[in-house]
């Protein structure tokens, strides 16, 4: 059966993707191959999968032989025993796929919006529909160049305004992530900080 991390292990599963992260501002970055598509990547490009008790689990810290899966919904959905097995080089069940898939989802919400309120505090986050819509119109900003996120309930109008922005929480509560009322749109601007979420944008 696969099973998430209990409440100690998924905040050291945290500090651990954290680090993940951080080893990758080395000279020489280490790589992995996904092991459903086989792409190799790096580090901060992957989701580490690890055994306990014989159940597959999201980002458990350590040693010992690991997985890795892109951080992307098609790869993760494309999961399945016999990858599993050949990675980890023992028999692996996987019954309940849908339970990873949430995990990885919500893990991805919580770094969200982490990143949000780190950029707010730095000063960087651009706020509201129309600064946002006016940023990306820029003629010197493209697609890929800025991380924008819109707000889930935003009315008809706007949301054909800003159709190409993907959606995330409710105006309220992704007003909260930042310390703000109610806000329909935000956007990180290009760097290291919008690059570290549009990564948790792929699931």
Not at 146 to 163: F, H, I, K, P, S
Request: net charge positive; charged share 25%; hydrophobic share 40%.
């Amino acid at each position: 059966m696969l099973a998430r991390a209990e409440s100690e292990t998924s905040r050291s599963a945290d500090l651990a993707l954290t680090a993940q992260h951080e080893e990758t501002g080395s000279s020489s970055v280490t790589q992995r191959s996904c092991v459903v598509c086989r792409r190799a990547a790096g580090l901060d490009e992957l989701l580490r999968l690890s055994l306990v008790g014989g159940h597959v689990v999201l980002l458990k810290p350590g040693k010992g032989r690991s997985c890795y899966v892109c951080v992307n919904r098609k790869c993760l959905e494309g999961l399945d025993p016999k990858q599993l097995s050949r990675g980890f080089k023992k028999q692996v069940r996987l019954d309940s796929l849908d339970e990873l898939i949430e995990a990885v989802g919500q893990l991805a919400q919580r770094r969200l919006g982490e990143t949000l309120g780190l950029a707010r505090r730095q000063g960087s986050l651009i706020l509201g529909v129309d600064r946002v819509h006016a940023e990306l119109g820029r003629p010197d900003v493209g697609d890929g160049h800025v991380m924008a996120l819109r707000a889930t309930d935003l009315a008809e109008r706007t949301n054909r305004q800003l159709e190409r922005i993907p959606q995330f929480l409710a105006a309220e509560a992704m007003g909260g992530l930042v310390g703000v009322g109610r806000v329909g749109a935000v956007a990180i601007p290009a760097g290291e900080m919008a690059d570290r979420a549009s990564y948790w944008l792929r699931v």
